[in-house]
Nanobody, 127 residues
Framework: QVQLVESGGGLVQAGGSLRLSCTAS????????MGWWRQSPGKEREFVAA????????YYSDSLEGRFTISRDNAQNTVYLQMNSLKTEDTAVYYC????????????????????WGQGTQVTVSS
């Protein structure tokens, strides 16, 4: 099993930056692809970014326009999301998730392979 705890959210002005962290317990983390997702009020949870278990392959939502970077440190059991040039529309609860059985058929941007989720961290971007 994997337990995930996100941190680093908060209030930031538009144009600012935040770095989210997701710390995992459980050995399965180190061999699990990971993803970041977000959900705004009244909207469905949406894919943000994902990376392979070694971190050499990364995927991003096209809507981010290159502003976010996902990375991981397996020695620290942590995955990060660096968010730059934040916009008000980035306001959401951000969740990290682990796909302990791996992705299948290129499903990195589907919630289906992610079997463990954190509790989320709120990011609020003010204008």
């Amino acid at each position: 099993q994997v337990q995930l705890v996100e941190s680093g959210g908060g209030l930031v002005q538009a144009g600012g930056s935040l770095r989210l962290s997701c710390t995992a317990s459980g050995r399965a983390f180190q061999t699990s692809p990971m993803g970041w997702w977000r959900q705004s009020p009244g909207k469905e949870r949406e894919f943000v970014a994902a990376l392979s278990w070694r971190g050499e392959v990364t995927y991003y939502s096209d809507s981010l326009e290159g502003r976010f970077t996902i990375s991981r440190d397996n020695a620290q059991n942590t995955v990060y999301l660096q968010m730059n040039s934040l916009k008000t529309e980035d306001t959401a609860v951000y969740y990290c998730a682990a796909a302990t059985r791996g992705w299948y058929s290129g499903s990195f941007d589907s919630p289906l392979p992610y079997d463990y989720w954190g509790q989320g961290t709120q990011v609020t971007v003010s204008s």
